[in-house]
């Protein structure tokens, strides 16, 4: 058996040749290096072996896989516990009459996306929101990031973690009624459906498997997989409408394309039609409709394809009315840039036709190898500016009779469109300057006026002189804030800066999270760490929380609050939920689930 010392001194040499000039260049995706030393080994060595960083360990040993988890994580492979104690001592209330009690299922609360909590189903008033206080945490063991928004049906809470596992929690007091694993880490909300007399919760992970589990037990009721490339993956949540599941499948490949070595680039988003009932696959879209064709070799010889990309990264939106299926898309990843990248579409809901598609950013090929100067050679010609969108369309109602679809974009652009006049753009409003990490993120909300949306104006450099290892330096353009914007003209009504960051160091003021509103208040989280709630007739902050801190959590894990990104908080029943803790991107770690209400009680 080798001694530690020479587990460390192999993982850290097989650490700088694979991967410390992504980790410690200040590259977009890549989590920094005091990001990795809050994982767990375990995670780590999945990753390596099976998961995104797959490509990276190709060719490596079972023990050099271990050296290099165990040196990033400065920690030896033994796996976390999860205490006895931290289990509800019953098996709680049944779920019937659950879908017409205060809720937020799935993504957007509703099949528009609107991220708008009726106050019926928010029981919190905007006059309340001052009077939030911590009510429980919970410890998710083992994670670098919090990052998969909750979903809370029937007094219960549905989540899913980076290390692979799916709990139900009691929504009051936290305590947990089971806990399952599954094959890869569920980034995705869970949506709350029923079979007949039974409950299912359906998600799909990092490895693009939607599931189907018994809501009240956590027994796998069926697995399907939504897209077959070998990076392939989901982050936004199921769409569950009359019967059927539709999930979106986004790609990690925009990585793998920065190595020189890979052929890149073959993968294409693409969205699922499932029977919810049993698993089996109604219809298959791609979003890019002609299939990667062979185009040049690079400067190594290896061989190049397109077009690919155009994933679906966040959760379809139904239009019951027109009997459509809305869906925003991702950059390309190789050229051609495809027409249908950075795009609005519409797809038919009993076929998955395309009916339209309104391209917002033309040109826009991209890999993490175009942020990278030492992996400059494997950049697409196009160099796109890298503007995806993360966000969902909102599709809204309009006072003059009319409706559009609304959404964010990463270049700092939110747009309207028409869609009952194939994606005509209706009206563009810019908040900010955009960027690979910026513009708009994951999210935006509605309500019957506006649409609020957060600002991620972000950007690193190499680490400043002085700084810890593998620290990026902020842009000095980087900034966040909140915008409301009338939804029938495009007028901004009223913008708050981000209060700042005062002295705390590496710290960023970016708002990359989704955005949350109720009656007469919006929430929004920062990569600071901060959840802060905002008036919606002016922009005043009317509540702040900074949640970087360590917690005694109710499951017995140790917790730490680290930056808030990706999904937004929830609101239900007069408490709010919401993960702190997304390490990427030089974000703080953490690992906590946090729930709030009136005065703690």
């Known amino acids: 058996m080798l001694s530690a010392q020479v587990w460390a001194q192999d993982g850290a040499a097989l650490y700088k040749q694979r991967c410390a000039s992504c980790h410690e260049g200040g590259v977009a995706r890549a989590p920094q290096a005091d990001a990795l030393k809050q994982m767990s080994p375990e995670n780590v060595a999945f990753a390596l072996k099976s998961g995104s960083m797959a490509l990276q360990a190709f060719g490596l040993t079972q023990a050099e896989i271990r050296a290099v988890s165990e040196f990033v994580t400065g920690k ?3 796996k976390d516990s999860f205490p006895k104690t931290a289990y509800c001592a019953d098996g709680g209330p049944s779920l019937d009459q659950s879908l017409t009690k205060p809720r937020w299922n799935g993504w957007g609360v509703d099949a528009g996306n609107h991220r708008f909590q009726p106050a019926a189903m928010a029981q919190l008033s905007a006059a309340d929101v001052p009077r939030l206080r911590l009510k429980w945490a919970f410890g998710i063991p083992g994670v670098v990031q919090a990052y998969a928004q909750p979903a809370v049906v029937g007094g219960r809470v549905f989540v899913g973690g980076q290390e692979r596992h799916v709990y139900s929690l009691n929504a009051s007091t936290g305590c947990v009624y089971w806990a399952v694993e599954v094959d890869f880490p569920v980034r995705a909300a869970i949506t709350i459906g029923q079979q007949g007399d039974r409950w299912v919760a359906y998600f799909a992970d990092q490895h693009a498997n939607a599931y189907a589990l018994d809501a009240m037990t956590g027994t796998i009721l069926w697995k399907t997989r939504v897209n077959e490339h070998p990076l ?3 982050t936004g949540a199921p769409t569950l409408f009359e019967g059927r599941l539709y999930v979106g499948a986004s790609s990690s490949e925009e990585i793998a394309g920065a190595s020189t070595d890979y052929s890149c680039c073959r993968f294409r988003g693409s969205v699922m039609a499932i029977e919810a009932a049993t698993g089996k696959t109604i219809w298959q879209t791609f979003t890019i409709p002609e299939e990667p064709k062979p185009t040049k070799k690079n400067a190594k010889g290896v061989q ?6 155009a994933g679906v990264w966040s959760s379809p939106t139904v239009d019951a009315a027109k009997r459509m299926l809305y869906i925003t898309t991702g950059d390309s990843y190789s050229d051609p840039p495809a027409r249908t990248s950075d795009a609005y579409m519409a797809l038919d809901l009993s076929t998955g036709k395309i009916v339209w598609s309104r391209q917002m950013t033309e040109g826009d090929a991209f890999t993490v190898a175009c942020a990278n100067p030492a992996a400059a050679a494997a950049c697409p010609e196009s160099k796109g500016p890298d503007f995806d969108f993360g966000s969902s369309p909102i599709l809204v109602n309009l006072p003059n009779g009319k409706r559009s679809l609304v959404a964010g974009q990463k270049s700092g652009v939110v747009s309207a469109v028409d869609p009952d006049q194939q994606g005509e753009v209706l ?4 908040i900010g300057h955009g960027s690979a990490l910026g513009g708009i993120q994951w999210g935006s909300a509605a309500d019957n006026d506006k649409v ?7 950007g690193f450099g190499p680490p400043a002189a002085g700084a810890p290892p593998g620290r990026p330096q902020l842009d000095p353009r980087s900034g966040g804030g909140l915008f409301a914007i009338n939804l029938a003209t495009g007028k901004r009504v009223w913008a708050t800066p981000h209060p700042g960051c005062g002295d705390r160091p590496g710290c960023s003021p970016a708002q990359s999270a989704a955005v949350t509103a109720i009656p007469g208040a919006v929430f929004s989280g920062s990569v600071d760490g901060h959840l802060r709630a905002y008036a919606t007739s002016d922009g005043k902050i009317i ?7 360590e917690y005694q959590t109710v499951n017995g894990v140790k917790g730490n609050g680290g930056a808030i990104d990706g999904p937004g ?9 919401v993960n702190s803790g997304y390490g990427f991107f030089g974000g703080a770690p953490g690992n906590v689930l946090l729930a709030f209400s009136v005065d703690g009680k």
């Open 232 to 234: 392939a993956m989901t």
């Open 452 to 458: 609020y949306a957060a600002l991620s104006d972000i």
């Open 543 to 549: 509540w702040d929380v900074d949640t970087i801190r």
């Open 76 to 78: 030896t492979m033994a």
């Open 427 to 430: 009206w563009q409003e810019r």
């Open 569 to 577: 908080p929830v609101v239900v029943a007069g408490m709010v939920y």
């Open 304 to 309: 190049l394809y397109g077009p690919s990309g």
